[in-house]
């Protein structure tokens, strides 16, 4: 059964509010570029967790969608990217970006695998 296109607003809405929170949260504890990583890192994997368990739509547009959707952060990714190519040359932008992009998806794939692994 899927969600009205209220209930669906609503659950993404507060879903983001957490994941929101959670972000600002992180980023307390973790400064600079190594925020950025941590954040798409963490929510990737807890993204892969999501897309492979068996939690219906309601719980994936609240935890997939708004939490993970929320939590991550490809605008600062990509703000970070360019600060890194104006201050540190293009090479570590690019070092940088790769970086970003093989720990989220790595971290996708482990938590999808991982969720897949425990529900057998």
Same mark, same amino acid.
């Given at each position: 059964?899927? #969600?009205?296109?209220?209930? =669906? ?6 879903? *983001?509010?957490?994941? /929101? !929170? $959670?972000?600002?949260?992180? +980023?307390?504890? @973790?400064? +600079? ?15 892969? !967790?999501?897309? /492979? ?5 309601? !719980?994936?547009?609240? %935890? *997939?969608?708004? %939490?993970?959707? /929320? &939590?991550?952060? &490809? ?6 990217? @360019? ?8 090479? #570590? $932008?690019?070092?940088? =970006? ?9 971290? %996708?794939?482990? *938590? ?9």
């Amino acid at each position: 059964m899927s #969600a009205s296109p209220l209930l =669906a607003t609503a659950l993404v809405g507060g879903g *983001g509010a957490l994941g /929101a !929170a $959670a972000r600002h949260a992180v +980023g307390l504890r @973790v400064e +600079g570029r190594r925020s950025v990583l941590t954040l798409n890192t963490l929510g990737s994997l807890a993204l892969g !967790a999501v897309s /492979a368990a068996p939690i219906g739509s309601t !719980a994936t547009l609240l %935890f *997939g969608v708004g %939490f993970c959707g /929320a &939590f991550t952060t &490809f605008s600062s990714f990509a703000v970070g990217t @360019v600060r890194a190519a104006s201050e540190t040359g293009p090479r #570590a $932008a690019a070092t940088l =970006a790769a970086s970003n992009l093989t720990a989220a998806l790595a971290a %996708f794939l482990f *938590g999808s695998h991982l969720v897949a692994a425990v529900s057998v």
